[in-house]
C-alpha cells in the first residue's frame, strides 16, 4: 500500500455553528495531484487551511505524512508549502529580502543559490530588489510560488494559485510542480482547490468535488462518511 | 526544533521587525507626535508651567507614555495581519513564543526611542532633569511591562468593530499596578528620595511577571 | 462522575435553598442582629455587602477557572459557563459598591473613599466589563474571540492580587484626611449573622451563576439553530 500523504477523518469545521466542512474524509496517497474542485463557500479554501495548520478543526482529524495537524509540529511545518490567493509578503522588503528571511526559518541549505534559482523561474529576478509593495498582483503571486518552494515542501496546498497569472504564469506554476519532483527522490504531493476545470486533466491524478462542506464526487480509492 | 536554533531564528526575525518598523515609519512616528500632542495638552490642561510641575509630571508622562504606546502596538501587529505576514509565519517551523518575543522586543525598542525623545523635550520644556539614568532605567523598566502585555493583547484583531479603542480598555485596567509603579517611581526619583529603590523594585516584578505571562499564553491565543 | 451528579441538581436544590436561606437571612439581619453602637440601623448594610463582595469573587474564580478550561478541552460549553459566571459576578461586585456607597455617605460623609479595597473592586468591575464586551462585541469567529477572552479572564483574575498590593502601597503614601476602617472586629452575634448572610448570598450567588451559564449555553444554541435556518431557507430559494 503506497503512503497517504494526507489524510482526513470526518473533519468538520463550524463557524458559529454553521459547518463550513461536514465531516469530510480522504486519503490522499504520495505523489498524487489532486484538483479540489467546487463553488465558493464550498469549503475548499477551509479544508486547506485546516491542513495547512493555520485553522483548528472543529471534531475530526488530518494528517500530513503522518504528523497530526492539530499537533501543529516542528516537522509537519517543515513539510508543507501552502500557497492561497492573499499574499504572505512583508510589504516593504524586496523578494530577495522577504526569501532569505524565510530561508533561514526553514534552515534552508545554499539558500542563495535557491533563491536566485527560484526567482529566476519564477520570472521576477529583474525585480528582486524592489519593494514588493510595488509588485503587481501577479509579481506577487509569482513570489509566493517561490516562497512556498523554498524549503522544498514534500506537500503542497495550492488555494487558487492562478488567480493572477496569465497564461505563462499557469504553465509555470505546472512546471515548476513537475520540477520539484525532479528535484529529490521522494514524491510530492499537491493539493489544488481550482476554478479551472478545463485545465485539471492537464496536471491533476485525480480529484475531489466538495458542496456545502462535504465531498459529492471524487476519484480517490477510499472515501467514507 | 531545538533551542539554540529558535533563538537564532528569533534574532533573524527581530532584525526583519526592526527593519520593517524602520521601512514603515509611519506608525511609530504618528506615536511619536500623538505623545508630544497630549504632552502639550497637559501642560495647558494643568498648568505645568508653574511651580506644580514636578508633583504632576511623572503622572502626565506614564499616560502619555501608556496611551501613544498601547496604540502604536495594536497597530504593528495590524500590518502583519493585514499583509498575511503572520500567517506566514505561523506556518513555518517558528515557535509561537519566538513570534511573540521578537514582536515585543521590536515594539519595546521603537516605544523606547520615542520615548527618551519626548523625555528630552520634557526636559527642556520644563526645566526638570529627565533625561537622567535612574529615570530612564524606570522608563525602560515600565516599558518593557507594558508592552509585553499590550503586544499580547493586540495579537488577535478585535479592534474592527471599535475603532481601536477596546484594546486600551482591555490593556489599562491590567496595567494598574505598573502605572502605580511607574509613577511613584519616577515621583521619588524626581524628588530624589529613598524610597525610590523599593518602587522600582516592585515595578521590576510587575514587569517580570506580565512578561512572562504574556510569553506563555501568546501560544495558547493562536 | 460524582461533579456530574450533583451539577445534575441544581435546579432541585439550590432554589429552595436559597430562597429559604435569603428569608432567614433577611429576618437575622433586619431583626435579630443587634443594632452597631456607632453606626446605627445603616451598619445592617454589612449582611449585604460582605456577603456581596464574597459572592463576586466567588464567581469570578468560576470565570477564571472555566477559562482554563476551555483552553486545555476547547470544548464551547466551558467558555459560555466563564461568560455566565462573570455576569452573575459584575452584579455582586456592582452591588458590593453601591451598598458600599449607600454604607459610606452617612458613616463617612463621602460616597466613596480611596481605600484599597474599594478601588481594586472597581478595577475588578472594569476589568470582568471589558471581558464581557470584548466576548460580546466582536464579529470574529467566535472561536478565536472565546480563546482571547478566556487568556484575558485569566490574566485578569491573576492580576487582582497585584492590583489590591499596589493600590495599598499608593494609598499608604497618599493618605486621606478620614481613615475609616471596613469592618471593625465584629461582637459574636453580628459574626453569626454575618455568616449566615455569606452562606445565604453565596447559595443565591450560586443559583444565578447556573441560571446564567444555562442562558448562555441556550444563546449559542440558538444562534447555531437561526444559523442553520438561514442556511436551508436560502438554499431553497
Not at chain 1, 466542512?21 to 464550498?42: F, H
Not at chain 1, 523578494?95 to 529566476?120: C, G, H, M, N
Not at chain 2, 496604540?71 to 500567517?87: E, K, M, P, Y
Not at chain 3, 455582586?92 to 460616597?111: A, N, Q, R
Amino acid at each position: 500500500m503506497q503512503d497517504l500523504a494526507i489524510e482526513t477523518n470526518r473533519l468538520t469545521r463550524r463557524y458559529n455553528g454553521l459547518p463550513a466542512l461536514n465531516r469530510v474524509s480522504i486519503q490522499i496517497t504520495s505523489g498524487s495531484r489532486i484538483a479540489l474542485l467546487g463553488n465558493n463557500g464550498s469549503g475548499k479554501t477551509t479544508l486547506l487551511t485546516i491542513l495547512s495548520t493555520l485553522l483548528q478543526p472543529s471534531e475530526g482529524s488530518a494528517t500530513i505524512l503522518g504528523y497530526d495537524v492539530a499537533k501543529k509540529s516542528t516537522a509537519l511545518r517543515n513539510v508543507i508549502g501552502f500557497i492561497r490567493h492573499q499574499p504572505m509578503l512583508y510589504e516593504n522588503f524586496s523578494p530577495v529580502e522577504d526569501l532569505e528571511l524565510f530561508a533561514k526559518i526553514y534552515r534552508v541549505s545554499d539558500a542563495r543559490e535557491r533563491i536566485t534559482r527560484l526567482l529566476t523561474n519564477v520570472g521576477i529576478w529583474h525585480l528582486r530588489d524592489e519593494a514588493i509593495g510595488t509588485l503587481s498582483r501577479g509579481q506577487k503571486q509569482r513570489l509566493m510560488i517561490a516562497k512556498a518552494l523554498l524549503h522544498k515542501p514534500k506537500v503542497l496546498l495550492l488555494d487558487e494559485p492562478e488567480i493572477g497569472l496569465d497564461q505563462n504564469g499557469l504553465r509555470m506554476l505546472d512546471e515548476l510542480i513537475l520540477m520539484r519532483e525532479k528535484e529529490d527522490s521522494t514524491p510530492i504531493t499537491v493539493l489544488a482547490a481550482t476554478h479551472r476545470e478545463d485545465r485539471v486533466a492537464t496536471w491533476a491524478t485525480g480529484f475531489v468535488r466538495l458542496e456545502r462542506g462535504q465531498i459529492i464526487e471524487t476519484t480517490l480509492s477510499e472515501n467514507t462518511e | 526544533m531545538t533551542f539554540p536554533t529558535q533563538i537564532e531564528i528569533g534574532i533573524k526575525l527581530f532584525e526583519a521587525n526592526l527593519k520593517q518598523a524602520w521601512r514603515d515609519k509611519t506608525n511609530w512616528v504618528t506615536a511619536g507626535m500623538f505623545a508630544i500632542t497630549a504632552l502639550l495638552l497637559y501642560s495647558f490642561a494643568f498648568n505645568l508651567t508653574g511651580g506644580l510641575v514636578r508633583n504632576l509630571l511623572p503622572g502626565v508622562i506614564w499616560t502619555v507614555f501608556l496611551f501613544s504606546g498601547i496604540f502604536a502596538t495594536a497597530q504593528s501587529f495590524q500590518q502583519d495581519r493585514q499583509h498575511g505576514i503572520l500567517d506566514a509565519l505561523k506556518i513555518s517551523p517558528i515557535h509561537p513564543m519566538t513570534i511573540y518575543i521578537a514582536k515585543t522586543l521590536t515594539n519595546i525598542l521603537m516605544l523606547l526611542l520615542i520615548e527618551f525623545a519626548l523625555l528630552l523635550g520634557a526636559t527642556i520644556l520644563f526645566s526638570e532633569p529627565l533625561f537622567v539614568p535612574q529615570l530612564l532605567l524606570i522608563v525602560t523598566i515600565g516599558t518593557i511591562g507594558y508592552t509585553a502585555l499590550s503586544t499580547l493583547l493586540s495579537a488577535i484583531n478585535l479592534d474592527r468593530d471599535n475603532g481601536g479603542l477596546l484594546l486600551p480598555v482591555l490593556a489599562l485596567p491590567l496595567l494598574v499596578p505598573l502605572l502605580i509603579a511607574s509613577v511613584e517611581a519616577t515621583s521619588a526619583s524626581l524628588q530624589q528620595e529613598a524610597s525610590t529603590a523599593p518602587w522600582i523594585l516592585l515595578l521590576s516584578l510587575f514587569t517580570i511577571w506580565s512578561a512572562a505571562i504574556a510569553t506563555l499564553m501568546f501560544p495558547l491565543a493562536d | 462522575m460524582i461533579l456530574n451528579n450533583i451539577y445534575e441538581l441544581r435546579w432541585k436544590v439550590l432554589p429552595p435553598a436559597a430562597g429559604v436561606a435569603m428569608i432567614g437571612m433577611a429576618a437575622l439581619a433586619l431583626i435579630t442582629a443587634p443594632t452597631e453602637v456607632i453606626e446605627g440601623d445603616v451598619q445592617r448594610l454589612l449582611y449585604v455587602h460582605l456577603p456581596s463582595a464574597l459572592a463576586s469573587y466567588f464567581a469570578f474564580s468560576i470565570t477564571a477557572i472555566c477559562s482554563v478550561l476551555f483552553l486545555l478541552k476547547r470544548d464551547f460549553k466551558w467558555d459560555s459557563a466563564a461568560q455566565g459566571a462573570a455576569i452573575v459576578g459584575l452584579i455582586f461586585t456592582l452591588l458590593t459598591l453601591l451598598t458600599g456607597s449607600l454604607w459610606g455617605k452617612p458613616i463617612w460623609g463621602v460616597y466613596w473613599q480611596w481605600d484599597p479595597r474599594i478601588t481594586t473592586t472597581l478595577i475588578l468591575f472594569l476589568i470582568f466589563s471589558a471581558y464581557l464586551v470584548a466576548r460580546k462585541s466582536t464579529s470574529l469567529d467566535s472561536d478565536k474571540s472565546a480563546r482571547f477572552c478566556s487568556i484575558y479572564a485569566i490574566i485578569g483574575f491573576l492580576d487582582i492580587p497585584l492590583i489590591h498590593m499596589s493600590v495599598r502601597w499608593w494609598r499608604t503614601l497618599h493618605p486621606q484626611p478620614i481613615i475609616a476602617k471596613l469592618n471593625p472586629a465584629l461582637p459574636d452575634e453580628m459574626l453569626l449573622v454575618t455568616l449566615f448572610s455569606v452562606l445565604a448570598v453565596i447559595l443565591v450567588a450560586a443559583w444565578f451563576i447556573t441560571l446564567g451559564i444555562e442562558t448562555e449555553l441556550l444563546s449559542q444554541r440558538l444562534l447555531k439553530l437561526k444559523a442553520i435556518a438561514k442556511a436551508s431557507i436560502s438554499e431553497k430559494s
